[in-house]
């Protein structure tokens, strides 16, 4: 199957500070990628669907200030944490679709962020 | 909104015993389900879909039928083993957006 690295895998930062977390489809073009959230034992939240070349499209009480999207071409979404804040610890998980309407998402091994 | 509900966890059984995991959705239109599994430390791997009302998703012995009468997409395998302890998730996506609308997961232990 279709293979969706993120990087890092876990990083630990200050209050305050910015961090950025990449998501890379490594053998197809994601015209789409998306990214979700998920706190202990709870399910995924999609925060946003980002879109190649376009503004990202946030879901409802998801801060666009604060978690910024960029989709830079079709290999590659950043999600950059701004002012990280403890209660922004959390796991984030990146998907990519190979095609569109009901094709499978492929999913990347999520980044784990603790904000000190 | 599109929204998806799992039976609560956690989810302890013994090796060979038969696995049933409830998952009923509701949706405006006809969407795709999906169960997707988490194995410790890893991202969400696709078990198994289906893509119209009766389908019968099925992978590894795990199975699942669309039924659009009770709007549910139960998963259900015959024999559980000690590997098959992940945290599961069902899913649904309304084709024209593409996006996923998980469940909350469902723990599952399996013990030797």
């Known amino acids: 199957g279709a293979v969706v690295s993120q990087h890092p895998s876990w990083v630990i930062c200050k209050s305050g500070t910015s961090v950025k977390i990449e998501c890379r489809s490594l053998?197809?073009?994601?015209?789409?990628m998306f990214w979700y959230r998920q706190f202990p034992k709870q399910s995924l939240m999609l925060m946003a669907t980002?879109?190649?070349?376009?503004?990202?499209?946030?879901e409802q009480g998801v801060e666009k200030d604060k978690f910024l999207i960029n989709h830079a071409s079709l290999t590659l979404s950043t999600l950059t944490v701004t002012s990280a804040h403890p209660e922004d610890s959390s796991f984030y998980i990146c998907?990519?679709?190979?095609?569109?309407?009901?094709?499978?998402?492929?999913f990347g091994q999520g980044t784990r962020l603790t904000v000190v | 909104g599109d929204s998806v509900t799992q039976m609560e966890g956690p989810v302890t059984l013994s090796e060979e015993a038969f696995l049933t995991i409830n998952c009923t959705y509701t949706?405006?239109?006809?969407?795709?389900l999906f169960w997707y599994v988490q194995y410790p430390g890893e991202g969400l791997q696709l078990l198994l879909k289906?893509?119209?009302?009766?389908d019968k998703g099925s992978n590894k012995g795990f199975e699942a039928t669309y039924r659009k009468e009770t709007t549910s997409f139960h998963l259900e395998k015959g024999s559980v083993q000690v590997s098959d302890s992940a945290v599961y998730f069902c899913a649904l996506s309304d084709g024209g957006a593409q996006k996923l609308v998980f469940g909350q997961g469902t723990r599952l232990t399996i013990n030797p």
């Open positions: 289906a893509t119209k009302a009766d």
């Open positions: 998907s990519a679709r190979l095609g569109r309407r009901n094709t499978e998402a492929f």
């Open positions: 980002s879109n190649e070349g376009s503004k990202a499209t946030y």
């Open positions: 949706a405006t239109g006809y969407p795709s």
């Open positions: 053998d197809f073009q994601a015209t789409t």
